[in-house]
Every structure is written in structure tokens, then in C-alpha cells.
T-cell receptor, first 114, second 110 residues
Framework: EAQVTQNPRYLITVTGKKLTVTCSQN?????MSWYRQDPGLGLRQIYY???????DKGDVPEGYKVSRKEKRNFPLILESPSPNQTSLYFC?????????????FGAGSRLTVL | QKEVEQNSGPLSVPEGAIASLNCTYS??????FFWYRQYSGKSPELIMS????GDKEDGRFTAQLNKASQYVSLLIRDSQPSDSATYLC??????????FGTGTRLLVSP
């Protein structure tokens, strides 16, 4: 089944404790991106990647890091999480063929930072 | 002014009626427009894309685009309770730059 897999789905952590949210897609998509979704603010792009070793900032990159060492994986790293990073996070992928904005989303990762 | 604006709703329609969802955007150079549907507790899924002025129909869904008025709409004919969800309008404003509205919640009552 073609899909984007995120882990963990739910996480409660404490301020300052580094964490990584993994994202993997099995569709050989070139493009991958991370979004956060907050009530009243909608979906906002954190980082995106055009291909392996090619990443760039989205609208709200502060406090996050990403890497794209393999085409299928695009982890989101929170080096020192803070309570304002409590949110619902979605990883998405898309292909050059279908169009960069035709996104397939993962199931989401709900993060709570205490 | 937000880049993409939607009425948050809820928009309530009876089963079988036409639901009309609206979206305005601020970037005049935008060329690509999308409607994503998000069920409660689920991830967004693409239901329609539109690139040219006019109407685009797909089953019970019709997307309408008016670039001069910077307006995109989604019509859902013969609305079903299973259409109850939040509908997100998204506008492409650059390479890999997709800006989402905050969504309109649609409730279809049996």
C-alpha cells in the first residue's frame, strides 16, 4: 500500500529533551515536507525537501531541523523542544510527475511538550 | 490580511442539498489551487485541484476558480453525512510553497 508513515503517533515529552519524529514514504516521491497544524492557524509548512540532500525552510522553521539522507526518509528533529511546539505534525510527500502540491499526508503525530 | 481565507463555519446543510464552500486568496500570481478534505482526527486528503478560470467537475464535486476576483469555491452536490469534514483550501504561491486556509467545517445532517 502506498503510504507515508510517521512515528511516533503520540508523544508527551518535557522541555529541552531532544526528540525525533520519523517519516518514511514508499512511493519513490521526490518531494517531502513537514507541516504543523494548530487551531485557528491551520497547516503551516516547517521544512521541505526537493530530493536527497536538498532541504529548505518553510514558514515556521524555528526550533526544528530536518535531514534527507535517503529518498524515502525525512525525519523532523526538535533539538530542545519548548511548550510552543505542542502541536499536531504532518509529514507529506509528492512527486514530480503528479505535481509538487499534490500531497499525500501521513497519519499525523500529536506532540505535547510540558 | 491572511494569504488564504476561509469561513471557519460550521456550515450546516441537510442531506441531499448543495454545500458551497468559499475561499479567497491574496497572492495575485498564484496559479494552482487545491481542496483538501480532513475528517476529524485524520490527515488531509486531496479531493480537487484547479488551475484555470472556470469550473472543474469530478463526480459530486465542482471546483470554481475566478482569478480576477481571487476566489476559489467548492460545490458539493447531493451532500451526504459522510461529507461532514473540514475542507481546506490551499493555494500555491511558489515552488513547494503551498499555503493552507484554516478550513471550513461542513456538517451534513440526515
Amino acid at each position: 500500500e502506498a503510504q507515508v508513515t510517521q512515528n511516533p503517533r503520540y508523544l508527551i515529552t518535557v522541555t529541552g529533551k531532544k526528540l525525533t519524529v520519523t517519516c518514511s514514504q514508499n512511493m519513490n516521491h521526490e518531494y517531502m515536507s513537514w507541516y504543523r497544524q494548530d487551531p485557528g492557524l491551520g497547516l503551516r509548512q516547517i521544512y521541505y525537501s526537493m530530493n536527497v540532500e536538498a532541504t529548505d525552510k518553510g514558514d515556521v522553521p524555528e526550533g526544528y531541523k530536518v535531514s534527507r539522507k535517503e529518498k524515502r526518509n525525512f525525519p523532523l528533529i526538535l533539538e530542545s523542544p519548548s511548550p510552543n511546539q505542542t502541536s499536531l505534525y504532518f509529514c507529506a510527500s509528492s512527486s514530480l510527475f503528479s505535481g509538487a502540491n499534490v500531497l499525500t499526508f501521513g497519519a499525523g503525530s500529536r506532540l505535547t511538550v510540558l | 490580511q491572511k494569504e488564504v481565507e476561509q469561513n471557519s463555519g460550521p456550515l450546516s446543510v441537510p442531506e441531499g442539498a448543495i454545500a458551497s464552500l468559499n475561499c479567497t486568496y491574496s497572492d495575485r500570481v498564484s496559479q494552482s489551487f487545491f481542496w483538501y478534505r480532513q475528517y476529524s482526527g485524520k490527515s488531509p486528503e486531496l479531493i480537487m485541484s484547479i488551475y484555470s478560470n472556470g469550473d472543474k467537475e469530478d463526480g459530486r464535486f465542482t471546483a470554481q476558480l475566478n482569478k480576477a476576483s481571487q476566489y476559489v469555491s467548492l460545490l458539493i452536490r447531493d451532500s451526504q453525512p459522510s461529507d461532514s469534514a473540514t475542507y481546506l483550501c490551499a493555494v500555491n504561491t511558489g515552488f513547494q510553497k503551498l499555503v493552507f486556509g484554516t478550513g471550513t467545517r461542513l456538517l451534513v445532517s440526515p
